[in-house]
């Protein structure tokens, strides 16, 4: 089974060439094939610009083999040709945007499955913001304030990106909309990855992540490890 990689936001920014450069390394090396998916971006038409700047950024951290798969809408996330690229990718990125299209684009569709057999093929699967959100079993759908489905490439969890800002505010009310669930506060150009040799997650970038239990919270800097009692599927 593959890793997990989940990103704050602020994406293709100094404080992300820590985790990146791991997840490259995790991958397979600079010769890995590393595919970003720009869909999230699509609703404000930004999918091309952003998904440029993933393959120049992922590029300038070292990589040979990177590209933009035109997974923009539901008719190309179920498009074979895409799907069969992705399903051999060995670090599938989802760029930030908006997320409740990205979650309904990708959900049951062609590429979700290639994602899938990709990491179950050893792939690292990860996102930055709303690319993060959706890896998980629940993301915090800020327009009807509900928790809704993701992708659950993680169970038992939800992630609250750009945590230093404003993802921090969304704590009390997922503590009540999903009580059993793992709260996953993550900073702004920093990252989260399963890399440890029991399966430990390992923190990268310039930020903290912040675990929240029902009476606490837990800090994380870089460098620091950490387990979560959170399920990564392996299907």
């Not at 709260?183 to 150009?189: A, F, K």
Request: glycine share 12%.
């Amino acid at each position: 089974m593959g890793f997990v990689l989940l990103e704050g936001g602020n994406e293709f920014m100094i404080g992300m060439a820590a985790a990146d450069k791991r997840a490259i390394e995790a991958a397979g090396g600079r010769k890995a094939p590393i595919r970003v998916i720009p869909a999230a971006a699509a609703p404000d038409n930004n999918d091309r610009q952003a998904g440029a700047n993933g393959v120049a950024w992922f590029q300038s951290l070292g990589a040979d083999n990177v590209r933009s798969v035109p997974v923009i809408d539901r008719a190309s996330a179920d498009q074979p040709d895409l799907a069969r690229e992705l399903e051999s990718a060995k670090f599938v990125f989802m760029l930030g945007g908006f997320t409740r299209y990205l979650a309904e684009t990708l959900a049951d569709s062609r590429v979700r499955e290639a994602m899938r057999i990709a990491h179950r093929a050893g792939a690292v699967i990860g996102g930055s913001s709303a690319g993060a959100m959706v890896l998980c079993e629940h993301y915090f759908d800020q327009g009807s304030g509900q928790a809704l489905p993701g992708l659950n490439f993680l169970q038992g969890c939800c992630v609250l990106p750009h945590h230093n800002r404003f993802g921090k505010n969304w704590a009390p009310r997922l503590s009540r909309l999903l009580p059993g669930a793992s709260l996953i506060g993550v900073d702004e150009e920093t990252g989260l990855l399963n890399d440890g040799p029991a399966g430990e997650w390992t923190v990268y970038g310039k930020g903290v992540v912040t675990v929240y239990k029902p009476e606490s919270q837990t800090v994380f800097g870089h460098g620091e490890q950490l387990l979560l009692p959170v399920e990564v599927k392996n299907y």
